[in-house]
């Protein structure tokens, strides 16, 4: 999928995250600090961190958006063999970017508030990439390749219908009432 579409995912996870957040009143759970720290960050911030990590996975694509912008991380990358959709779009890839970036915040380079939003965006990058028809290997270093079986390609139609209903599911979400005003 283009930058586009992963970045409007991104977005859209992040509000779908807050929004379940809010309506269940979630963050007073056994994970309630966490959702705490999602539902208080700045919302600009939660966003641009989740399109940054919904972008950060295609590093491993030498023409991606990300990658054209940080060239030499994407080419040492690829001397390190690593092929797209391949370490990058896993389970293991996730578990190492969460381990560098918390490394970043512990640092005190990015706020906790980034933390869990570039992780937001990672994951929502690995489930829109698992509607493409190639999958994913979710599992890696296992080669089976997970998807959600339908078709869709970069620059197609079928890409472009799943950034307007991505879109139109934003609008949606960002001028709705919550759920729990909506039943009272």
């Known amino acids: ?48 961190g989740a ?7 295609d590093i491993d694509h030498i023409n991606s958006h990300i990658a054209n912008k940080f060239k030499p991380l994407s080419w040492f990358i690829k001397l390190l063999g690593i092929k797209h959709r391949g370490i990058t779009h896993s389970l293991l890839g996730l578990i190492l970017f969460s381990l560098l970036v918390k490394k970043l915040f512990y640092l005190d380079w990015i706020s906790q508030g980034w933390y869990y939003s570039l992780i937001l965006g990672y994951i929502s990058h690995l489930i829109a990439d698992m509607f493409n028809s190639t999958g994913l290997p979710i599992l890696f270093p296992l080669k089976y390749r997970f998807k959600f079986g339908f078709n869709i390609t970069t620059g197609s139609w079928q890409e472009n219908l799943f950034f307007s209903i991505v879109i139109a599911c934003l609008f949606i979400l960002l001028f709705q009432k919550p759920i729990h005003s909506i039943l009272l």
Do not use: C, R, W
């Not at 309630?32 to 641009?48: D, P």
């Not at 399109?51 to 996975?57: D, E, K, M, T, V």
């Open 51 to 57: 399109i940054l990590g919904a972008l950060i996975p």
């Open 1 to 48: 999928m283009s930058h586009h579409t992963h970045s409007a995912f991104g977005v859209l996870f992040a509000v779908i995250t807050i929004k379940v957040i809010t309506s269940f009143d979630l963050y007073n759970n056994f994970l309630g600090e966490y959702l705490l720290i999602i539902y208080q960050t700045n919302k600009i911030s939660l966003y641009s």
